[in-house]
T-cell receptor, first 117, second 114 residues
Framework: AQKVTQAQTEISVVEKEDVTLDCVYE???????LFWYKQPPSGELVFLIR??????QNEISGRYSWNFQKSTSSFNFTITASQVVDSAVYFC??????????????FGIGTKLQVIP | EPEVTQTPSHQVTQMGQEVILRCVPI?????FYWYRQILGQKVEFLVS????????KSEIFDDQFSVERPDGSNFTLKIRSTKLEDSAMYFC????????????FGDGTRLSIL
């Protein structure tokens, strides 16, 4: 069974502050994929990043960075110098590698981020 | 950039009626999925579909649900006799053959059952 835990249900920060969204996962699979998706108020799901379980390198993309620590089963997401447009619900997600090729993505409950001007 | 499109964006249906939600996946994708998000809750996997058959389905996907790829472009989710608790946002997604490619989601269809 797979499980994704996002302990922070809501976070508020003032614009320009840095913020880290936590994600802890559980899986028995040895190979799996981790994802972050953003859901703005308009409701769509926007893909942000995918990480393979064999690749523990941290990644930076502009103001976004991700810290994958397999030893603690965590895949945290940091937004540097937050902006009002970052206000959204952020979902961490997990999918096992499947020899059938399809993915069954398990989502966390999401963290609602509010960036206050 | 190619995208997954879903229609309608909002569907209002009387309880007990059948509803069909439509999706056009990205054209070279081979795997198709439906997810559901009840308001304020997490996104839940419903079903995956490949090569004209269901690959896996969740406990939520009971006999009231069915999926179909009626032609080369559309992928549909049918709910045969809707219940109040079917009210949710339904997301369609698709992915390429390689498992490491991420799923691309549509903008969702908000289904409201009255």
């Amino acid at each position: 069974a797979q499980k994704v835990t996002q302990a922070q249900t809501e976070i508020s920060v003032v614009e320009k502050e840095d913020v880290t969204l936590d994600c802890v996962y559980e899986t028995r699979d040895t190979t799996y994929y981790l994802f972050w998706y953003k859901q703005p108020p308009s409701g769509e799901l926007v893909f942000l990043i995918r990480r393979n379980s064999f690749d523990e390198q941290n990644e930076i993309s502009g103001r976004y960075s991700w810290n994958f620590q397999k030893s603690t089963s965590s895949f945290n997401f940091t937004i540097t110098a937050s902006q009002v447009v970052d206000s959204a619900v952020y979902f961490c997600a997990l999918s096992p590698e499947n020899s059938g090729g399809y993915q069954k993505v398990t989502f966390g409950i999401g963290t609602k981020l509010q960036v206050i001007p | 950039e190619p995208e997954v499109t879903q229609t309608p964006s909002h569907q209002v249906t009387q309880m007990g009626q059948e509803v069909i939600l439509r999706c056009v996946p990205i054209s070279n994708h081979l795997y198709f999925y439906w997810y559901r998000q009840i308001l304020g809750q997490k996104v839940e996997f419903l079903v995956s579909f490949y090569n004209n058959e269901i690959s896996e389905k969740s406990e939520i996907f009971d006999d009231q649900f069915s999926v179909e790829r009626p032609d080369g472009s559309n992928f549909t989710l049918k709910i045969r006799s809707t219940k109040l608790e079917d009210s949710a946002m339904y997301f369609c997604a698709s992915s390429e053959r390689q498992v490491y490619q991420p799923q691309h989601f549509g903008d969702g269809t908000r289904l409201s059952i009255l």
